[in-house]
T-cell receptor, first 114, second 115 residues
């Protein structure tokens, strides 16, 4: 069955430090992959997406993610974290045979300390 | 461009009461999704509409949940009667279906608390 695993429930980083959020997926076909961010009381905002082509994708707010087929991973990175990046981050795989139904991971809560 | 609009933002009801959520998608988006997000989890799809047709409702608990999308625009999700376990955030999303990896845009959600 299709699934997404985000191994880290919480991550705390210092402002200005680099960030990597992990995401692994289980899906038989070529995946469409997404990272969303959710601030408290807000809906989900798309950070970036991978459909095909270059495996390193750039997103908004200085985020990037790299698709590694051999590792079934799509990790999110940012070279320097800002206090405003504190939020919950969700990785998702889009199931094309089901009309791009999104299967989400459980999320990673990012805390930024000054 | 206006985003996906949902109302109400918050709802508190007693168990066994009915409740309804409303969603207005982005203009021109033909695909509409309802997701449920339980505390500490990612969203899970309840139902997907292509225009007026519910094309995937396999995860919708049909004994108490119903949904409609009249005229292929706004949608309403209803629960009757509500149970304690229905407490969650209900998210609506919309997209312009192009057949390949279309991006979904999410509304702010309705936070339901069932007492």
């Amino acid at each position: 069955a299709q699934s997404v695993t985000q191994p880290d429930i919480h991550i705390t980083v210092s402002e200005g430090a680099s960030l990597e959020l992990r995401c692994n997926y289980s899906y038989g076909a070529t995946p469409y992959l997404f990272w969303y961010v959710q601030s408290p009381g807000q809906g989900l905002q798309l950070l970036l997406k991978y459909f095909s082509g270059d495996t390193l994708v750039q997103g908004i707010k200085g985020f990037e993610a790299e698709f590694k087929r051999s590792q079934s991973s799509f990790n999110l990175r940012k070279p320097s974290v800002h206090w405003s990046d504190a939020a919950e981050y969700f990785c998702a795989v889009g199931l094309m045979e089901y009309g791009n139904k999104l299967v989400f991971g459980a999320g990673t809560i990012l805390r930024v300390k000054s | 461009e206006a985003g996906v609009v949902q109302s109400p933002r918050y709802k508190i009801i007693e168990k066994k009461q009915p409740v309804a959520f409303w969603c207005n998608p982005i203009s021109g988006h033909n695909t509409l999704y309802w997701y449920r997000q339980n505390l500490g989890q990612g969203p899970e799809l309840l139902i997907r509409y292509e225009n007026e047709e519910a094309v995937d409702d396999s995860q919708l608990p049909k004994d108490r949940f119903s949904a409609e999308r009249l005229k292929g625009v706004d949608s309403t999700l209803k629960i009757q009667p509500a149970e304690l376990g229905d407490s969650a955030v209900y998210l609506c999303a919309s997209s312009l279906w192009r057949g390949d990896g279309n991006e979904q845009f999410f509304g702010p959600g309705t936070r339901l608390t069932v007492l």
